[in-house]
């Protein structure tokens, strides 16, 4: 009868684990690996600067949802949150992660400093609302340094033309 009751017992436990590991693995892509997806989908080398307007829907959801585990680790909070966005599956919450994920490559997302993933002064210190870094294309980079008379006409030209390849 006891060596029943501990298998039962066991069995239970080991059913109970498996749920809790089978789903902790759902959230388990890093914001790094789907940055490398994004650079492979855009074409993109390591220092290219990832224009957030380019990137497709289904990664920007796939960016939002990695910004969102590393930000609330802790599988129940998580799920709670998700929830209250929506729920698994929702359109709301695809468009929250989607928007997560812009927000994060736009430089307007930074949870380590308590902006919130919505961004500042929504859930986090509206003090921070001016203090993040624009996108600046490519070219924007070139025309500022053509314009500060940093380079000369020609050598904007002939980088100009190599960007547009």
């Given at each position: ?28 892509t890093?914001?790094?690996e ?5 650079r492979?989908e855009?074409?993109?080398?390591l220092?290219d ?28 909070q ?11 599956g ?17 430089g ?10 919505m ?7 509206p003090?921070t ?8 294309s ?5 025309k500022?340094?053509?314009a ?14 190599d960007?547009?390849?």
């Amino acid at each position: 009868m006891k060596y029943n009751a501990f298998l039962i017992f066991s069995a239970f436990v080991l059913i109970i684990n498996f749920g809790i590991f089978a789903d902790s693995d759902k959230h388990s892509t890093s914001v790094e690996e789907v940055l490398l997806e994004i650079r492979r989908e855009l074409g993109l080398s390591l220092d290219d600067a990832i224009n957030p307007d380019r990137v497709p829907p289904f990664l920007l959801e796939e960016l939002g949802e990695a910004v969102m585990s590393e930000a609330h680790p802790d599988p129940e909070q998580h799920e709670w949150m998700e929830n209250t966005m929506g729920g698994e599956g929702s359109e709301s919450l695809a468009t929250a992660h989607r928007w997560m994920g812009y927000r994060y490559l736009s430089g307007g997302y930074n949870y380590e400093q308590g902006y919130g993933m919505m961004g500042p002064g929504m859930m986090g210190n509206p003090d921070t609302l001016y203090n993040r870094i624009p996108y600046e294309s490519p070219e924007d980079i070139l025309k500022r340094r053509y314009a500060g008379g940093e380079i000369n006409r020609e050598e904007y030209l002939k980088m100009l033309e190599d960007l547009r390849k």
